[in-house]
T-cell receptor, first 109, second 115 residues
Framework: GQNIDQPTEMTATEGAIVQINCTYQTSGFNGLFWYQQHAGEAPTFLSYNVLDGLEEKGRFSSFLSRSKGYSYLLLKELQMKDSASYLCAVRDSDYKLSFGAGTTVTVRA | IAGITQAPTSQILAAGRRMTLRCTQDMRHNAMYWYRQDLGLGLRLIHYSNTAGTTGKGEVPDGYSVSRANTDDFPLTLASAVPSQTSVYFC??????????????FGPGTRLTVL
């Protein structure tokens, strides 16, 4: 099984940077995903890391360290529309996803 | 292209009743999944199907059953609903190819309340 931890809530100001950390303990590892979920909506895919290092996609970047069981999602130049929950998910050796409880990010003007 | 659709959008159900949640995808994905999402617990896998004709149990399968008669449809049935099954249910699909991201794409969800 998987144990995935991420902070429950974070607040930041419009235009700022926020870093959401995710730590995991896994019996098998086959990639780490970040999803964004606005209130009342479906999760939508943001990023995928399977090798150590940083993946950058516009204002969003995701980092992975497999040896430390650690990832972070970096959101730059925050906009009001970035207010959402961010879900960290780890794929195990059976190719099944286990999700963290999610981090709710509130962007304030 | 609709992607993944779910029906109904929401439902209030009396305990003990039978209920089937529908999920249809038009992306010709091989793999499909059912999750429930509860406050503070995140998404938990109920059942999955790697390809048409096969199904498997996830983390929380008790009280639920699934079938996969064809590629597009993956219904979830609650044989006798109980209040603890009150949740938001998400269906997802992926192409099922090993290696690579095999990203899962989610439907809009069904909000189910069991009284």
């Amino acid at each position: 099984g998987q144990n995935i931890d991420q902070p429950t809530e974070m607040t930041a100001t419009e235009g700022a940077i926020v870093q959401i950390n995710c730590t995991y303990q896994t019996s098998g590892f086959n990639g780490l995903f970040w999803y964004q979920q606005h209130a009342g909506e479906a999760p939508t895919f943001l990023s995928y890391n399977v090798l150590d290092g940083l993946e950058e996609k516009g204002r969003f970047s995701s980092f992975l360290s497999r040896s430390k069981g650690y990832s972070y999602l970096l959101l730059k130049e925050l906009q009001m529309k970035d207010s959402a929950s961010y879900l960290c998910a780890v794929r195990d050796s059976d190719y099944k996803l286990s999700f963290g409880a999610g981090t709710t990010v509130t962007v304030r003007a | 292209i609709a992607g993944i659709t779910q029906a109904p959008t929401s439902q209030i159900l009396a305990a003990g009743r039978r209920m089937t949640l529908r999920c249809t995808q038009d992306m010709r994905h091989n793999a499909m999944y059912w999750y429930r999402q509860d406050l503070g617990l995140g998404l938990r896998l109920i059942h999955y199907s790697n390809t048409a004709g096969t199904t498997g149990k996830g983390e929380v399968p008790d009280g639920y059953s699934v079938s996969r008669a064809n590629t597009d449809d993956f219904p979830l049935t609650l044989a006798s609903a109980v209040p603890s099954q009150t949740s938001v249910y998400f269906c997802a699909s992926s192409d099922g190819a090993s290696g690579g991201a095999d990203t899962q794409y989610f439907g809009p969800g069904t909000r189910l309340t069991v009284l």
